[in-house]
Protein backbone atom coordinates (compact mmCIF):
# COMPACT_ATOMS: atom_id res chain seq x y z
CA UNK A 1 0.00 0.00 0.00
CA UNK A 2 3.16 2.25 0.76
CA UNK A 3 4.29 1.63 -2.74
CA UNK A 4 1.18 2.27 -4.09
CA UNK A 5 0.91 5.82 -2.18
CA UNK A 6 4.16 6.44 -3.30
CA UNK A 7 3.21 5.64 -7.06
CA UNK A 8 -0.09 7.82 -6.58
CA UNK A 9 1.83 11.10 -5.33
CA UNK A 10 4.73 10.82 -7.82
CA UNK A 11 1.82 10.64 -10.45
CA UNK A 12 -0.07 13.40 -8.76
CA UNK A 13 3.26 15.50 -8.66
CA UNK A 14 3.36 15.65 -12.14
CA UNK A 15 -0.15 17.00 -13.01
CA UNK A 16 0.92 19.76 -10.33
CA UNK A 17 0.92 22.82 -12.56
CA UNK A 18 -1.99 21.02 -14.31
CA UNK A 19 -4.16 21.17 -11.12
CA UNK A 20 -3.10 24.79 -9.91
CA UNK A 21 -3.63 26.49 -13.06
CA UNK A 22 -5.44 29.82 -11.78
CA UNK A 23 -6.45 33.15 -13.77
CA UNK A 24 -6.25 36.45 -12.40
CA UNK A 25 -8.21 36.82 -8.98
CA UNK A 26 -7.16 32.92 -8.16
CA UNK A 27 -10.19 31.36 -9.89
CA UNK A 28 -9.22 27.98 -11.51
CA UNK A 29 -10.09 27.98 -15.06
CA UNK A 30 -13.45 26.16 -16.10
CA UNK A 31 -13.65 22.32 -17.42
CA UNK A 32 -13.11 22.99 -20.87
CA UNK A 33 -9.94 25.62 -20.43
CA UNK A 34 -8.50 22.80 -17.71
CA UNK A 35 -8.39 20.38 -20.42
CA UNK A 36 -6.53 22.54 -22.97
CA UNK A 37 -4.20 23.51 -21.13
CA UNK A 38 -3.81 20.02 -19.81
CA UNK A 39 -2.21 19.29 -23.26
CA UNK A 40 -3.16 15.27 -23.08
CA UNK A 41 -7.01 15.87 -24.35
CA UNK A 42 -6.75 17.23 -27.99
CA UNK A 43 -8.67 14.41 -29.35
CA UNK A 44 -11.35 15.55 -26.39
CA UNK A 45 -11.32 19.22 -26.83
CA UNK A 46 -12.01 18.68 -30.64
CA UNK A 47 -15.09 16.51 -30.00
CA UNK A 48 -16.44 18.35 -27.61
CA UNK A 49 -16.35 21.39 -30.16
CA UNK A 50 -17.51 18.94 -32.85
CA UNK A 51 -20.67 18.31 -30.87
CA UNK A 52 -21.05 22.31 -29.91
CA UNK A 53 -20.64 20.88 -26.31
CA UNK A 54 -18.24 23.47 -25.23
CA UNK A 55 -20.81 26.28 -23.80
CA UNK A 56 -22.28 23.37 -21.44
CA UNK A 57 -19.03 22.52 -20.41
CA UNK A 58 -17.92 26.21 -19.61
CA UNK A 59 -21.73 26.81 -17.87
CA UNK A 60 -22.15 27.00 -14.09
CA UNK A 61 -21.99 22.85 -13.26
CA UNK A 62 -20.39 21.46 -11.10
CA UNK A 63 -19.54 18.35 -13.59
CA UNK A 64 -17.59 15.49 -12.77
CA UNK A 65 -15.91 14.58 -16.43
CA UNK A 66 -14.12 10.88 -16.80
CA UNK A 67 -11.66 12.36 -19.30
CA UNK A 68 -10.13 10.11 -21.86
CA UNK A 69 -6.57 11.27 -22.79
CA UNK A 70 -5.17 11.20 -26.74
CA UNK A 71 -3.66 7.78 -26.08
CA UNK A 72 -7.23 6.48 -25.24
CA UNK A 73 -8.90 8.07 -28.30
CA UNK A 74 -5.75 6.48 -30.13
CA UNK A 75 -7.17 3.10 -29.12
CA UNK A 76 -10.25 3.92 -31.31
CA UNK A 77 -10.25 2.92 -34.82
CA UNK A 78 -8.73 6.32 -36.48
CA UNK A 79 -11.90 5.62 -39.22
CA UNK A 80 -14.28 5.63 -37.02
CA UNK A 81 -13.10 8.44 -34.89
CA UNK A 82 -13.19 10.57 -38.03
CA UNK A 83 -16.75 9.66 -38.53
CA UNK A 84 -17.89 10.27 -35.56
CA UNK A 85 -16.22 14.11 -36.10
CA UNK A 86 -18.36 14.44 -39.08
CA UNK A 87 -21.03 17.17 -38.32
CA UNK A 88 -24.01 14.25 -39.47
CA UNK A 89 -23.12 11.90 -36.14
CA UNK A 90 -23.25 14.95 -34.11
CA UNK A 91 -26.21 13.36 -32.04
CA UNK A 92 -23.88 9.77 -31.99
CA UNK A 93 -20.64 11.99 -30.99
CA UNK A 94 -22.75 13.59 -28.32
CA UNK A 95 -24.08 10.46 -26.86
CA UNK A 96 -20.45 9.33 -26.27
CA UNK A 97 -19.49 12.54 -24.69
CA UNK A 98 -22.01 13.61 -22.08
CA UNK A 99 -21.74 9.50 -21.25
CA UNK A 100 -18.35 10.68 -19.98
CA UNK A 101 -20.40 13.72 -17.90
CA UNK A 102 -22.00 13.26 -14.53
CA UNK A 103 -23.93 16.29 -12.99
CA UNK A 104 -22.21 17.39 -9.64
CA UNK A 105 -19.00 17.25 -8.50
CA UNK A 106 -17.71 13.54 -7.29
CA UNK A 107 -14.54 13.41 -5.65
CA UNK A 108 -12.70 10.04 -5.93
CA UNK A 109 -12.80 10.25 -1.70
CA UNK A 110 -16.43 10.29 -2.72
CA UNK A 111 -16.07 6.83 -4.11
CA UNK A 112 -16.95 3.64 -1.63
CA UNK A 113 -17.18 0.29 -2.75
CA UNK A 114 -19.12 -0.49 -6.01
CA UNK A 115 -21.27 2.67 -6.98
CA UNK A 116 -23.56 3.57 -10.00
CA UNK A 117 -23.62 7.19 -11.31
CA UNK A 118 -26.00 8.11 -13.78
CA UNK A 119 -24.69 10.32 -16.51
CA UNK A 120 -25.68 13.43 -18.11
CA UNK A 121 -26.81 11.46 -21.17
CA UNK A 122 -29.18 9.20 -19.52
CA UNK A 123 -27.31 6.01 -18.83
CA UNK A 124 -25.60 5.04 -15.86
CA UNK A 125 -21.91 4.47 -15.14
CA UNK A 126 -20.22 1.19 -12.92
CA UNK A 127 -17.72 2.61 -10.84
CA UNK A 128 -15.88 0.13 -8.14
CA UNK A 129 -12.55 0.47 -6.58
CA UNK A 130 -10.30 -2.71 -7.72
CA UNK A 131 -7.07 -3.59 -6.16
CA UNK A 132 -6.35 -0.29 -5.15
CA UNK A 133 -7.74 1.73 -8.33
CA UNK A 134 -10.77 3.21 -9.00
CA UNK A 135 -12.47 1.89 -12.40
CA UNK A 136 -15.19 3.51 -14.51
CA UNK A 137 -16.24 0.81 -16.44
CA UNK A 138 -13.39 -0.90 -18.17
CA UNK A 139 -11.31 2.50 -17.98
CA UNK A 140 -9.01 3.04 -15.20
CA UNK A 141 -8.75 6.45 -13.26
CA UNK A 142 -5.12 7.20 -13.86
CA UNK A 143 -5.08 11.00 -12.20
CA UNK A 144 -8.33 11.50 -9.84
CA UNK A 145 -9.41 15.17 -8.56
CA UNK A 146 -8.50 17.42 -11.02
CA UNK A 147 -10.68 20.48 -9.82
CA UNK A 148 -11.48 22.92 -11.97
CA UNK A 149 -14.15 25.99 -11.76
CA UNK A 150 -17.03 24.32 -12.73
CA UNK A 151 -16.17 20.58 -11.44
CA UNK A 152 -13.75 17.57 -11.28
CA UNK A 153 -11.88 16.26 -13.92
CA UNK A 154 -10.95 12.62 -13.71
CA UNK A 155 -8.29 11.14 -16.07
CA UNK A 156 -9.32 7.79 -17.57
CA UNK A 157 -7.35 5.40 -19.97
CA UNK A 158 -10.11 4.52 -22.64
CA UNK A 159 -12.99 5.95 -24.13
CA UNK A 160 -16.19 5.05 -22.63
CA UNK A 161 -19.16 3.80 -24.74
CA UNK A 162 -22.83 4.28 -24.05
Not at 11 to 22: D, E, K, P, R
Not at 77 to 84: F, K, M, V, Y
Not at 116 to 145: H, Q
Amino acid sequence: MKKFSIVLFFVASLFTGFTSIGHAGGHLPDLVETAVKGGKFKTLVKAVEAADLVETLKGKGPFTVFAPTDEAFAKIDSATLSDLLKPENKEKLTAILTYHVVAGKVMSSDIKGDMEAPTVNGKSLSIKLMSGKVMINDATVVVPDVNADNGVIHIIDTVLLP
